[in-house]
């Protein structure tokens, strides 16, 4: 029980703080969020913009050490369930005394920048603060207000809004142009009923507004980086290894079967398979691609030493946003404070590390598992029916495949390929397809194919289907799925494209997971 603890942690810092109160700055959440620990606020400066991205000081509530901490670390992340929430910290911090509300003065640290027309950033500063949020705005009239409605946001934080949105813009242009990779996968949202069942496994597609609020996070999170960087503090970094050289060339030779090119002279320059996403977007087989891209990426982790993300295009990235809902990030903060009061750096940050790095990909365990299961009793009410699929993966177990109509992934297994035929079937992994060892029939990773769903096993987490044909004819995507994924998109937000498994919101009727970085 660590909640009265909480309660006490409502100390005065002696440390002044910059007075933004002034300072007009707005959240940007899902509609149903309660947890409110980044505020932005931004305003032209010369050709381009200054920006200020206030984060909760949640450092200044858990101090190291205390019962409250121990807890904190123990979870190391929040985690997203259909409906539910198991947070890293008691409510009364994480949607109380952290949480940025309007109208209410609020402890933050804030970092301050100047963007140029071309995207690069200058003048950064880092400094604790006390701001006070004028609105929560949401996604949905963020988007109104991309897309003309001029009523979508009253007053000052309209004005706020866009130039918000014309900030970002220009960060993710050169973000782009660097090299970061700009991945365009749905995720799985469970839709639940009032009582938690779920009634559907839908495609959640993001929308321009999430992006703005995720462009000024990573801009926030690589000056921060920076500024531990250049101050020889000890902190905790995120790193994105490059991809292994054999990922590049089971891509490569994939992509060869639909006429896409993959650099091979520089596997650790992100602009070749960012040039490769591109081109890969143009063709039938993008989403299935992109996934193939997805899984051939290194698996990003936390590190007090320094490193290239690979998916970002950055030479330095620390996860500084999110500290409510991430140890790492409260690390992060307690090593600028530390700095501040001219404190010792932190310690054991390669054991913090590390366990910050298991207990992400613990809860990201959970949540696929959670999610695959309610697929599973959706399904469930769907076999016998035939739907239009395509190819997500190649095993020697089988095809995954993807129903259009249905947001979850099943197997057609290898032995249920040659059933009638007698065929035997190899993997050729390089170009991931399975081919027909006598009469050479093949079926590649994003082909479109027919199939009926025959088998669900729940316990197992397993949804099973056999081929019908090997082409359907709309070519794997339905028009309800379409509407179904524009829809989603429209309602919800998940964690980015960049290749990370990761890093904001869709709750109740959604599974929700933090799209921000």
């Given at each position: 029980?660590?909640?009265?603890?909480?309660?006490?942690?409502?100390?005065?810092?002696?440390?002044?703080?910059?007075?933004?109160?002034?300072?007009?700055?707005?959240?940007?959440?899902?509609?149903?969020?309660?947890?409110?620990?980044?505020?932005?606020?931004?305003?032209?400066?010369?050709?381009?913009?200054?920006i200020w991205v206030s984060i909760a000081d949640v450092a200044s509530y858990v101090?190291?050490?205390?019962?409250?901490?121990?807890?904190?670390?123990?979870?190391?992340?929040?985690?997203?369930?259909?409906?539910?929430?198991?947070?890293?910290?008691?409510?009364?911090?994480?949607?109380?005394?952290?949480?940025?509300?309007?109208?209410?003065?609020?402890?933050?640290?804030?970092?301050?920048?100047?963007?140029?027309?071309?995207?690069?950033?200058?003048?950064?500063?880092?400094?604790?603060?006390?701001?006070?949020?004028?609105?929560?705005?949401?996604?949905?009239?963020?988007?109104?207000?991309?897309?003309?409605?001029?009523?979508?946001?009253?007053?000052?934080?309209?004005?706020?809004?866009?130039?918000?949105?014309?900030?970002?813009?220009?960060?993710?242009?050169?973000?782009?142009?660097?090299?970061?990779?700009?991945?365009?996968?749905?995720?799985?949202?469970?839709?639940?009923?009032?009582?938690?069942?779920?009634?559907?496994?839908?495609?959640?597609?993001?929308?321009?507004?999430?992006?703005?609020?995720?462009?000024?996070?990573?801009?926030?999170?690589?000056?921060?980086?920076?500024?531990?960087?250049?101050?020889?503090?000890?902190?905790?970094?995120?790193?994105?290894?490059?991809?292994?050289?054999?990922?590049?060339?089971?891509?490569?030779?994939?992509?060869?079967?639909?006429?896409?090119?993959?650099?091979m002279t520089d596997c650790s320059n992100p602009g070749n398979m960012a040039d490769?996403?591109?081109?890969?977007?143009?063709?039938?087989?993008?989403?299935?691609?992109?996934?193939?891209?997805?899984?051939?990426?290194?698996?990003?982790?936390?590190?007090?030493?320094?490193?290239?993300?690979?998916?970002?295009?950055?030479?330095?990235?620390?996860?500084?946003?999110?500290?409510?809902?991430?140890?790492?990030?409260?690390?992060?903060?307690?090593?600028?404070?530390?700095?501040?009061?001219?404190?010792?750096?932190?310690?054991?940050?390669?054991?913090?590390?590390?366990?910050?790095?298991?207990?992400?990909?613990?809860?990201?365990?959970?949540?696929?598992?959670?999610?695959?299961?309610?697929?599973?009793?959706?399904?469930?009410?769907?076999?016998?029916?035939?739907?239009?699929?395509?190819?997500?993966?190649?095993?020697?177990?089988?095809?995954?495949?993807?129903?259009?109509?249905?947001?979850?992934?099943?197997?057609?297994?290898?032995?249920?390929?040659?059933?009638?035929?007698?065929?035997?079937?190899?993997?050729?992994?390089?170009?991931?397809?399975?081919?027909?060892?006598?009469?050479?029939?093949?079926?590649?990773?994003?082909?479109?194919?027919?199939?009926?769903?025959?088998?669900?096993?729940?316990?197992?987490?397993?949804?099973?289907?056999?081929?019908?044909?090997?082409?359907?004819?709309?070519?794997?995507?339905?028009?309800?799925?379409?509407?179904?994924?524009?829809?989603?998109?429209?309602?919800?937000?998940?964690?980015?494209?960049?290749?990370?498994?990761?890093?904001?919101?869709?709750?109740?009727?959604?599974r929700r997971r933090s799209r921000k970085p």
């Amino acid at each position: 029980d660590v909640e009265p603890e909480a309660e006490l942690a409502d100390a005065e810092i002696t440390l002044k703080r910059r007075d933004l109160r002034a300072q007009i700055h707005v959240t940007i959440d899902g509609e149903d969020a309660r947890d409110f620990d980044d505020a932005v606020s931004a305003q032209p400066e010369g050709e381009g913009y200054r920006i200020w991205v206030s984060i909760a000081d949640v450092a200044s509530y858990v101090q190291a050490r205390t019962t409250l901490d121990r807890e904190a670390r123990l979870r190391g992340t929040s985690v997203y369930l259909p409906g539910k929430v198991l947070p890293m910290l008691p409510e009364k911090l994480s949607n109380g005394l952290c949480s940025l509300q309007p109208g209410v003065p609020r402890r933050a640290i804030t970092c301050e920048m100047v963007i140029d027309r071309h995207g690069a950033r200058s003048d950064i500063r880092v400094y604790p603060s006390l701001i006070r949020s004028a609105a929560r705005l949401t996604y949905v009239q963020v988007q109104r207000l991309i897309d003309g409605d001029e009523g979508a946001v009253p007053g000052q934080p309209a004005s706020v809004g866009r130039h918000a949105i014309d900030a970002s813009r220009v960060l993710r242009r050169r973000r782009f142009g660097l090299g970061s990779l700009d991945l365009e996968i749905a995720e799985a949202a469970v839709v639940i009923d009032a009582s938690g069942a779920p009634l559907d496994v839908v495609a959640r597609a993001p929308i321009e507004a999430h992006h703005v609020i995720e462009d000024l996070m990573i801009a926030a999170n690589e000056s921060v980086a920076e500024h531990l960087l250049e101050r020889d503090l000890a902190g905790v970094y995120r790193v994105h290894p490059p991809p292994a050289q054999e990922k590049w060339t089971r891509l490569q030779n994939w992509g060869k079967r639909f006429g896409l090119s993959l650099r091979m002279t520089d596997c650790s320059n992100p602009g070749n398979m960012a040039d490769f996403v591109e081109h890969l977007k143009l063709t039938p087989q993008a989403e299935a691609g992109q996934m193939l891209l997805l899984r051939s990426l290194a698996q990003a982790y936390y590190s007090p030493q320094v490193a290239m993300h690979f998916g970002l295009a950055s030479q330095a990235y620390a996860h500084f946003t999110s500290p409510i809902r991430r140890y790492p990030d409260l690390l992060v903060h307690r090593a600028l404070w530390n700095h501040w009061r001219g404190k010792a750096s932190l310690l054991r940050l390669d054991d913090l590390a590390k366990h910050c790095s298991e207990t992400e990909r613990r809860a990201l365990q959970a949540e696929r598992d959670v999610t695959q299961y309610a697929a599973c009793l959706v399904a469930r009410r769907h076999q016998g029916e035939e739907m239009s699929a395509r190819i997500t993966g190649v095993h020697a177990a089988g095809l995954f495949v993807r129903p259009a109509d249905l947001f979850a992934e099943g197997l057609i297994p290898i032995t249920s390929l040659g059933e009638r035929t007698g065929e035997y079937f190899e993997v050729w992994d390089e170009a991931q397809m399975l081919v027909g060892r006598s009469s050479g029939v093949r079926y590649a990773m994003g082909e479109a194919l027919k199939v009926r769903l025959v088998r669900v096993d729940i316990g197992m987490r397993r949804i099973d289907f056999e081929l019908v044909r090997a082409a359907a004819p709309d070519g794997g995507t339905s028009r309800a799925a379409r509407a179904k994924s524009r829809d989603a998109g429209k309602r919800n937000r998940s964690d980015r494209r960049s290749g990370e498994p990761s890093g904001r919101r869709a709750r109740k009727s959604v599974r929700r997971r933090s799209r921000k970085p």
